[in-house]
């Protein structure tokens, strides 16, 4: 009688093994490439949310304090999240006067990951909040230096 082949116990363990080694070693670039990515949708919402704000202000000579709890009219028109809609989005953006200056003359943008609003898992420790404001002035609430391109 001949015997069937087959993978033994030592076998199969030791693939399971190897297998999650490999992925515990990928695991930290796959999580690091997300954050990312999260982070350029931030980014990018902010920089079409400035754009929307420098037509209004061409329109009105004015700029539009917005966010998710905006009154009615215009400023409820703005969109306030990130992606494609607030459930799915990293951050909640929202617009407001700069520090020591009136909404007419310079508005900064701020985009806050994981609020309740939004995706309330996502967290950038490393950034934090982002703003940009009219006069061009990208900065970042965390420790990181280099937080835009």
Request: charged fraction near 20%; hydrophobic fraction near 45%.
């Amino acid at each position: 009688m001949r015997r069937k082949a087959a993978f033994s116990l030592l076998e199969v363990l030791l693939v399971l093994v190897i297998v999650g080694v490999l992925g515990s070693m990928a695991y930290p670039s796959y999580a690091a490439y997300l954050l990312k990515t999260r982070r350029a949708e931030g980014q990018m919402a902010l920089l079409h949310r400035m754009q929307d704000e420098e037509r209004y202000f061409t329109d009105h000579h004015r700029y539009l304090a917005f966010g998710a709890d905006a009154g009615g009219g215009d400023a409820q028109a703005m969109v306030w999240w990130s992606g494609a809609d607030a459930q799915h989005s990293a951050y909640e953006l929202r617009g407001k006067a700069c520090p020591g200056a009136v909404i007419a003359e310079c508005i900064v943008i701020e985009a806050a990951p994981g609020t309740e609003r939004v995706n309330a898992a996502y967290r950038d420790p490393e950034c934090g909040t982002l703003s940009l404001n009219s006069v061009g002035v990208r900065t970042a609430s965390g420790p990181a230096g280099r937080c835009w391109p």
